[in-house]
């Protein structure tokens, strides 16, 4: 009999499987989906959801070129030490030199403070 508790054969214990938390992946690859747009069978479903994400697609387009224009114009602001020139921006965002100038100038406006018209 061992002299203290430490000593102690431990109990046998049985080993269990591990818990799977996801399914293995099949030997073939699952068909592309384009938000489950496929699978609509009525065509005025198809119709009314295609077109609620067409909306919100170029909704979202809008204000991504709204952020593209704040952030050019930021990066132009002569008052930054590190300011782009124009041509830089250009290159950097793959714009043509001119839309360079035209975001700047829009992200301009969009950082200018709102004027209420009385």
Do not use: C
């Amino acid at each position: 009999m061992p002299d203290s508790p430490a000593e102690a054969p431990e109990p046998t214990r049985r080993k269990r499987p591990a818990q799977l938390l996801f399914e293995p992946q099949s030997a073939e690859p699952e068909p592309e989906r384009f938000f489950d747009l496929e699978s609509i069978d009525d065509p005025a479903e198809l119709l009314r959801r295609s077109t609620e994400l067409a909306l919100a697609f170029r909704a979202a387009a809008e204000r991504a070129t709204d952020f593209q224009a704040v952030a050019a114009a930021q990066l132009a602001d002569p008052r930054r030490f590190d300011a782009l020139p124009n041509t830089e921006i250009a290159e950097r965002a793959d714009w043509t030199p001119d839309y360079a100038d035209k975001m700047i100038e829009y992200g301009r406006d969009l950082l200018q403070p709102r004027r209420h018209e009385d």
